[in-house]
């Protein structure tokens, strides 16, 4: 449920018409929803209630520090897979103690600043990341807090590039490796053993992998604590799938009974990831149509935004709607290529898509772009990347300002030779 709607023939966000936002902030620019965030990580957190867990965003979705800052008030943690996300986190005003960090590449100074700055666990992804954290905390006079990412070889039945829980994938060390990993873990001295961790995929339609992963990992975990080695978190990792289009995937409820009834009488605190689940359907992108082209075999609407800001159709071929945000009833349908100005002929938002006939100066909304789209977007095409807004009620506020002209060379030096 989100709370992007019709009242009378023109769409809103919360109470406030996105044509008054186009007019104020100009266009393209995201448009998230207060309301809808506030409840889908209401629903998702509350679903676990039952239990010890702590529900950690998966950063990489959505990281607008006012977005962060929202999460964090209602009780979230935080997922991260660099030390910018650290900084984010930090600075919208999030505790360390409630961050996990993930990712196969830290460098050195990204985990001296999550071991300074005191995060509740490393998700470690190989045997020299594991060498290297130990021998920084040593350095730094400090214990690593870890848990060893496990890659449990199931099929999360998602797309290629976003399916992580495979062997072929680059992910976590291998099931059946990780217990020889735990044993050398518990031998280092400036360690501590936490939790065990995995994450398989992102927008899983079905409940059937997750169980499938959390059970291996209950195999795992039994083994360790013959070796008397104890952890106190499980982290399940994110990938829990939102309806784009006509996707049916399992209520968060669903999804948390599932995982509870395999923990029954179990001690450890439950550690969640989600992403997608709780901002995919709580932004859009608002753009506005600059021309419509008919072409011998195909019309094309040209939209203010692109490729650059929002990669997904181009990158997965993902489905988004567009909806008109005025309703014309008299208007009619037309299939249409909804395309961007970038020189590319992978820059689409849609393909041989029937949406209302639409004019140039026409707004539109691609609804659930909450998720992986203004923290995938890029300059490409020199393009400066859109505002974001949050709306609350009837107002709203710009959370991040439209990049100028300048903001893309900022950076840069004519070198002297
Ligand atoms: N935890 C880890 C370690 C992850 O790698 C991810 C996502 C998540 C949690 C959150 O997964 P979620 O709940 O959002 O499914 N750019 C792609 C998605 C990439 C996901 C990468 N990892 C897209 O636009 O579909």
Redesign the pocket.
């Known amino acids: 449920m989100h709370h992007f709607h019709y009242v009378g023939k023109e769409l809103y966000c919360e109470e406030v018409p996105l044509k008054r936002i186009a007019a104020e902030v100009g266009t393209p620019c995201y448009v998230y929803s207060y309301a809808t965030l506030t409840r889908h990580f209401e629903v998702f957190d509350g679903a676990f209630s039952s239990v010890p867990h702590l529900t950690c965003f998966?950063v990489?979705?959505n990281s607008n520090i006012g977005v962060l800052n929202l999460l964090g008030r209602l009780g979230a943690g935080m997922?991260i897979?660099s030390g910018g996300e650290l900084f984010r986190v930090r600075r919208a005003g999030i505790p360390a103690k409630r961050v996990v960090y993930?990712g196969v590449g830290k460098t050195v100074e990204e985990i001296d600043y999550a071991l300074r700055e005191g995060i509740l666990m490393f998700n470690i992804e190989s045997a020299e990341e594991l060498e290297l954290i130990n021998s920084r905390a040593g350095a730094l006079g400090l214990k690593a807090p870890v848990a060893i990412r496990v890659n449990p070889d199931v099929d999360p039945q998602t797309h290629p590039y976003?399916s992580?829980g495979l062997k072929k994938n680059k992910f976590g060390i291998d099931v059946d490796l990780a217990l020889k990993e735990y044993e050398r873990a518990s031998k280092l001295e400036n360690v501590e053993i936490v939790g065990v961790d995995c994450?398989i995929g992102?927008?899983l339609t079905e409940l059937a992998p997750f169980v499938d992963a959390l059970r291996r990992l209950k195999v795992l975990i039994s083994r360790l604590e013959e070796r008397n080695i104890h952890i106190k978190y499980l982290d399940l990792?994110?990938?829990?799938g939102i309806p784009y289009q006509s996707e049916t995937p399992p209520h968060p409820r669903e999804y948390a009974e599932a995982l509870i009834n395999e923990l029954r009488n179990t001690p450890y605190t439950l550690i969640l990831?989600?992403?997608?689940?709780i901002v995919g359907n709580a932004g859009v992108l608002l753009t506005r149509v600059l021309y419509t082209k008919q072409t011998p075999s195909k019309k094309f609407l040209i939209v203010d935004a692109a490729m650059n800001d929002l990669i997904?159709p181009s990158l997965?071929g993902?489905y988004h709607a567009i909806r008109p945000v005025i309703k014309n009833d008299e208007a009619g349908e037309e299939v249409v290529d909804v395309v961007g100005p970038i020189c590319e002929s992978g820059d689409f938002l849609a393909r041989e898509r029937a949406i209302q006939k639409s004019t140039s100066g026409d707004l539109l909304a691609v609804m659930s772009a909450g998720?992986?789209g203004f923290t995938?977007a890029s300059n490409y095409n020199s393009r400066p990347r859109p505002a974001e807004i949050m709306v609350k009620g009837s107002s709203f506020e710009v959370i991040r300002e439209r990049e100028s002209w300048e903001d893309l060379v900022r950076l840069e030096r004519i070198p002297s030779f």
């Open positions: 998966a990489k979705a997922d897979v993930s976003i992580t994450h992102s927008q990792g994110g990938g829990l990831e989600p992403g997608r689940v997904r997965y993902s998720a992986y995938m």
